[in-house]
């Protein structure tokens, strides 16, 4: 095991989600003002390819109308509220999101891209998402550390897509042990980050020194238990996913 040089950067999974309906915007404002060092979203595509924040294939978990995201337009997803009672919210777009993380001002904060698989509509969803990074003007960061977006998927060939066509984007392959024990996967596709659950951390803590030894840093979801920050800490994750972003940056200030 070894000691982390600084606590890990924390991740507000699907922003501060504990607090406020997941992928909503103010469940993204409230993760920026709580000090989240970067936000985590997950992207899929509307019928009539448009790229929205909604994690599961339909609607109906999330908001009040029903149905699959890839057989519906924008225009139609729009109709529905995905707020909580008495707080309307509306279907949050990757652009909507990457507005509201590039104009806030306090800090620069990371914005983690975890596209969806298998889907639909295959590997235009990785396209789309860089096409929008390209609009945005950080599809091509001048290194992977400067880098204001990151990309993230369990499918190991739609990293590979993205190492291939934006070389200095970094990327994070996620899944379980048996994908990173050898490394073979992460090297294939060149991801500069693995990204095992906290479940998976806990059996095989020996990821992340096999992590760095071969270059890369480790990226852990959902870390909300106190003890999960406090070993992710001390094993040197380098960022934790969490529903807590306040919480979890005060458990890690008062460990320090």
């Not at 149905?67 to 707080?87: H, K, R, Y």
């Not at 909300?224 to 458990?251: F, M, Q, Y």
């Amino acid at each position: 095991m070894t000691s982390a040089i600084r606590p890990p950067f924390v991740v507000a999974h699907r922003g501060s989600s504990a607090e406020r309906k997941e992928h909503t915007l103010a469940a993204y404002e409230l993760a920026l003002a709580d000090g989240a060092d970067g936000v985590e979203c997950d992207v899929r595509l509307t019928k009539d390819g448009k790229l929205v924040c909604i994690h599961d294939r339909t609607v109906n978990r999330t908001s009040t109308g029903t149905g699959l995201v890839s057989e519906m337009t924008l225009d139609e997803i729009a109709d529905f509220d995905f707020g909580e009672p008495g707080v309307p919210a509306a279907v949050l777009t990757l652009g909507d999101l990457l507005t509201l993380v590039l104009d806030w001002r306090s800090r620069p904060t990371k914005i983690f891209i975890e596209t969806k698989h298998p889907v639909r509509y295959g590997s235009l969803v990785e396209a789309k998402v860089l096409a929008e990074l390209q609009r945005f003007g950080i599809a091509s960061p001048a290194s992977a550390d400067h880098s204001r977006a990151v990309v993230m998927s369990f499918s190991a060939t739609a990293v590979w897509r993205i190492r291939r066509s934006a070389p200095l984007l970094p990327t994070v392959l996620l899944g379980e042990s048996s994908r990173y024990l050898g490394g073979s996967a992460a090297t294939t596709v060149g991801a500069t980050a693995v990204g095992p659950s906290v479940k998976t951390l806990r059996e095989h803590p020996e990821l992340v020194d096999r992590a760095a030894a071969a270059g890369r840093s480790t990226y852990c979801w959902t870390v909300d238990e106190p003890d999960d920050v406090k070993l992710c800490r001390e094993l040197g994750v380098s960022w934790i996913a969490t529903n807590h972003p306040a919480r979890t940056k005060a458990l890690l200030a008062q460990a320090g």
